[in-house]
Structure formats: structure tokens, C-alpha cells
């Protein structure tokens, strides 16, 4: 499944200036365009305020966007009928950032897991049994244990927690996965395992993904291309390496200073000492 | 005498399932100009160490089994309530985690800046460059000029008229900005920072460590610096120990530490860090899980 999003705004509408007066917008995506070819990794990074999780919501259709288009092998999202609609979006999935606010805690694993299954039944049609068994399998593709079934979210770590939240993306058999900042509330250690369990389900499911974060290294690590989204607009996008190594804009080479290196001897601070 | 000397610290925590032994044992000195980090994952103690040294851990729950902590020859874990109070604030700043939730958001900025400088000025006058008598008009718009200074100093833009803000209209960068004027205000001699660059952005990230860096650099006080970002540790700390289940695995100059890392668990936590020359698939992760005999 490939997405094209063709010059796509977006904008939100602020408070109005007196009781008549004009409206503040605020434009959180300016005229946008990317293509995310069938089995890669696109990466799309920006800091805080960006308009990274708004492209994401505008691609899921879950807000309108003023002008532009979004097309899913070639179909208008934004044009869909809902019937429509909700036979993409069981081909296409997120796996949210948080994962202690994302999973229900009154929940079961079982439930949780199960329930894009029982949302999108006219598209698969298990039964309850078939669907538990389902979930057992998914447990298993993403390193937990069928023992986990019954239980609830409070009893597992985060790292955990991100794997059931990736376990219940997968449950429909999606094509394309949109993670957004899946690993930004895991230990370096857990997150580096998370990497790797996502790496695994692209080869073995030939998912395609569009992976959010403002960690650079995790992007490097994990994309084919990259997106640096800056205040709405796409400052620069390409091959990872190409933009790594030789960045073109100022806002790109800004953001790769930033970064802090794990190697003592590359720090702007350190003293010769 | 050092800055800061932990002996031997032993913390237990009680809880319903009865009490849990949490710190085993940690050992740490901190001088003057040295900016030390504390890395380990979640739940290794790096945050309750922290606490400890400004005793801010409640007992009970808490109880120290074994240890002592001292700063600047003050026994902290013996110390009266009212030495405790004159010590934080003034000798012991303290920045924390998250920003949003350690600002006030009904007072303005101002108000709780102040409040924080009054409270130095009363233990030392000379914080505020007044006189010990000077009148409470005086002294409250030293304290003023004071948090306008230090508003200004950690790089607030207009800050004369930004202190009359109210937290919610500060970026989440300038919040913490704030939070580090606020600690800095009673020109403490240590420094205690608790992840203060995790909510932040990068190059937000790079601009606070500069401010630290810097405050080291000028005033000659001791930084512990607790994080999970090895990133970090490596641009700005001078020395590093290696958090684990409670226990110190390793510390040192942090080029020692991180360039030649003699334990295990350091050598796994920095290949579980991704840099530009690993390959897909390459990163070790630790899986949370490691055998107890490990620590």
C-alpha cells in the first residue's frame, strides 16, 4: 500500500480578537507533500509543535484538512464513504506514543488486542474463539506469552505495554503501520529491543511504515527516508543517509548539532582535559 | 572536604507487600566544578538518591537502613527540620523532571520566583545584596530585581515583563528555564538535576545543558545531573555512575567510564544506544530482564 499526501494545509482556527473581531488561524501544516513507497520506512521528524501527530491524524481521517489530498493506492482518504472508510482503516493502523494512556486499564489484554477484530468483523469474521486464538498468536509474534492473555495493562512494564499496543495494530492484518513516537517513553535498553521487534514484523509482514519521532538517531537507525517538518512546512526530505551526512538546510544541520553523542570527545562542552 | 560525601546509603521503602530494600549501598563524592551523572534505567534509584540528599524522601514510607549523606559539613540525614529548610533553596537547588506540573499555573511566574527568593534572602541576606535590618519594602523589591536578574540570566527574553506571566503562557523550554532560575536564585552549591532535558525538545535540550555548563563554569558549584540519556552524560557531565538495581555498578571520569567501560551492564546500556553506524537490527537491548547476580 503506498500514501501519497499531495499539498496538503491544515488549519486551526483560533480564538477571534474581540467579540466580532478576526480569528487568529493557525496554519499547522503548510502545503505538505510526501510519498511513502509500499514496504519502506519513512521517517518523519520534527520537534514539539511541529505538525508531526497532525499529518498522522489528517492520514487517519480523524481531522479534515482545508485543501490537498491523501491518497491510499490511489483512493482519496478524505473522500471515502464511511462504509469505505472503515475498510482502510483496517488496513492501515497506528501504535500510539504513550503507552500507559493508550491502553484501557480496565481491559484485558484479550480485549484489548481483540478489539480491532471485533470492530472491523465484517472484513474478517472470526469468531470469538478464532479471535482468541488470534490474539494468542500476535502475543507470541510480538515477544509476550500467552499467560499475559487474562491480564491487565497495570501488571506490565512499558516496553511491555508498547508491545501489546503493537500486538493490537497488527490484529487486522494492517499494510501500513503509523508509529508515532512509539519508543520516546522507553529506556534506552527496552526502546533499542522495540526497535529491533519492529524491524523484525517489516521483513516478516513486508509492512510499510511511517515512523514519527524527534529522536534522529532512532530515525537513522530504523528509516530508508526521511521528512524534517519544521512549523508545518516539509524544510527537507530524502534518503537517510543523504540528509544525515549532508544535510541541506539550516534547520536540519540545527537539529543534528543538537543532538547529544554518546562519545565523550565529540561534545561541544568538554574542556580539554 | 567535599562538596558532597554519600556513604554507604541504604534506603528501604515499605509498601503493602511489606518493606522493600531499594538503595544497597551507594557510594559518591561530588567537588566543586564537577557536573556528575547518574544514568540507569527506570527504577534503578537515581531519583531517590537525588531526593535523598535534600532528604525530601518521606519517613515512612522511607527508612535508611545504613549510610550517611554530607553536604558541606552538614550530617543531612540527621539534620533538624529548620537546617534542612535553610539548606534547600539556598545551598541545595533542586530541578526537576517535568516542567508543566512543578510550576504553580495559578501564580505568575513572578510570585513564585520570589517567594523562593524571599525565602533565600531570609537565611542569607546577602543573596539579595541587602542589608541583614533593611525594611520589608526594601527586601521584597531586592527579591524583585533578583528574580529579574536570574529570569534574564537563564536567557528569557524581556524578562522584566515576562515575570508577570503565568506559566501556561511559557513554552515548555522556558518553563524549565524558570524552574532552573528558580533553583539557581539562592546561588546554591549544589545542584541537583533531576532529567531536566527529557520533556524538552533537542535543541531546546542543547541550550539548558549550555546553561548549566556554564553555571558551573562561573560559579564553581557541584552538579549531580540524574538522567537515562547517555547522550547527555557524554556532552556535559565530567563524571558518571552507572545506576543498576540500587547499586552503583561503576563510576569514574565519565572518558573512563564510557570509552573503556569495565562492567558488563555499562557496555550493554551503551550498545543499546543507536548512532549513526549501526546497522539495522544491530542494537542490543537488555530486555529488562538480567539475572539478580548481575548487580
Known amino acids: ?273 | 572536604m567535599p562538596l558532597l560525601e554519600i556513604r554507604d546509603l541504604n534506603l528501604a521503602m515499605k509498601s503493602y507487600e511489606g518493606e522493600t530494600h531499594i538503595l544497597h549501598g551507594i557510594n559518591l563524592t561530588i567537588e566543586r566544578g564537577e557536573i556528575w551523572g547518574m544514568v540507569g534505567e527506570t527504577g534503578s534509584g537515581k531519583s531517590l538518591t537525588g531526593l535523598s540528599v535534600s532528604r525530601l524522601i518521606p519517613t515512612p514510607p522511607g527508612r535508611y537502613l545504613a549510610g550517611s549523606i554530607r553536604f558541606d559539613g552538614h550530617d543531612v540525614l540527621t539534620a533538624s527540620d529548620a537546617e534542612m529548610r535553610a539548606l534547600r533553596g539556598r545551598h541545595i537547588g533542586m530541578i526537576f523532571q517535568d516542567p508543566t506540573t512543578n510550576l504553580n499555573p495559578v501564580f505568575r511566574v513572578g510570585t513564585q520566583l520570589l517567594d523562593v527568593a524571599m525565602h533565600a534572602g531570609h537565611a542569607d541576606p546577602s543573596v539579595l545584596g541587602v542589608a541583614a535590618g533593611a525594611s520589608s519594602r526594601v527586601f521584597k523589591r531586592a527579591a524583585r530585581e533578583k528574580a529579574v536578574e536570574m529570569l534574564d540570566k537563564v536567557g528569557i527574553p524581556n524578562a522584566a515583563a515576562r515575570i508577570d506571566d503565568y506559566p501556561h503562557q511559557f513554552s515548555g523550554g522556558m518553563r524549565q528555564r524558570v524552574l532552573i532560575a528558580m533553583a539557581m536564585i539562592g546561588k546554591p552549591d549544589l545542584l541537583i538535576a533531576d532529567e531536566p532535558t527529557t520533556a524538552l525538545d533537542v535543541s531546546v535540550q542543547a541550550q539548558i545543558l549550555r546553561l548549566i555548563h556554564d553555571l558551573v563554569a562561573e560559579r564553581n558549584i557541584g552538579v549531580l545531573l540524574i538522567t537515562h540519556n547517555l547522550g547527555v552524560v557524554a556532552q556535559i557531565c565530567t563524571h558518571v555512575a552507572v545506576m543498576y538495581r540500587g547499586r552503583i555498578l561503576e563510576s569514574g571520569p565519565v572518558r573512563d567510564v564510557l570509552k573503556h567501560p569495565s562492567h558488563v551492564y555499562t557496555k550493554a546500556l551503551l550498545n543499546s544506544v543507536p548512532t549513526a553506524h549501526s546497522k539495522r537490527g544491530e542494537l542490543r537491548g537488555l530486555g529488562g530482564i538480567l539475572p539478580e547476580s548481575f548487580a
Do not use: W
Open chain 1, 1 to 273: 500500500m503506498s500514501l501519497a499526501v499531495e499539498n496538503v494545509t491544515k488549519i486551526f482556527a483560533g480564538p477571534r480578537r474581540g467579540f466580532l473581531g478576526p480569528r487568529d488561524n493557525f496554519m499547522a501544516l503548510d502545503n505538505v507533500s510526501l510519498a511513502i513507497r509500499k514496504g519502506g520506512s519513512f521517517g518523519l521528524v520534527g520537534e514539539s509543535g511541529s505538525g508531526k501527530t497532525t499529518l498522522t491524524r489528517c492520514i487517519l481521517r480523524l481531522e479534515t484538512i482545508d485543501s490537498g489530498r491523501i491518497l491510499f493506492d490511489g483512493a482519496d482518504v478524505h473522500q471515502l464513504k464511511p462504509a469505505e472508510l472503515r475498510r482502510l482503516r483496517s488496513r492501515l493502523q497506528i501504535v500510539f506514543q504513550d503507552p500507559y494512556a493508550s491502553l484501557d486499564p480496565r481491559m484485558t489484554i484479550h480485549d484489548i488486542v481483540a478489539e480491532p477484530l471485533v470492530i472491523h468483523n465484517d472484513s474478517v469474521k472470526m469468531s470469538a474463539s478464532e479471535r482468541t486464538d488470534r490474539v494468542a498468536e500476535l502475543l507470541l509474534q510480538v515477544g509476550l506469552r500467552t499467560e499475559h492473555l487474562f491480564r491487565y495493562p497495570h501488571e506490565f512494564s512499558g516496553g511491555q505495554r508498547q508491545r501489546i499496543g503493537i500486538a493490537r495494530a497488527l490484529a487486522v492484518n494492517p499494510e501500513f503501520l503509523i508509529l508515532d513516537e512509539p519508543t520516546s517513553a522507553l529506556d534506552v535498553s527496552v526502546q533499542a529491543d522495540v526497535l529491533n521487534l519492529l524491524h523484525r514484523l517489516q521483513q516478516q509482514l513486508g509492512l510499510t511504515y511511517l515512523f514519527i519521532s524527534h529522536d534522529l538517531g532512532v530515525i537513522r537507525y530504523i528509516c530508508d527516508e526521511v521528512a524534517v517538518i519544521y512549523r508545518g512546512r516539509l524544510v527537507e526530505q530524502g534518503e537517510v543517509g543523504d540528509i544525515f551526512d549532508n544535510p541541506q538546510s539550516d534547520y536540519t544541520r540545527m537539529l543534528l548539532d543538537a543532538m547529544p553523542d554518546p562519545d565523550p570527545d565529540r561534545s561541544p562542552f568538554r574542556r580539554s582535559a
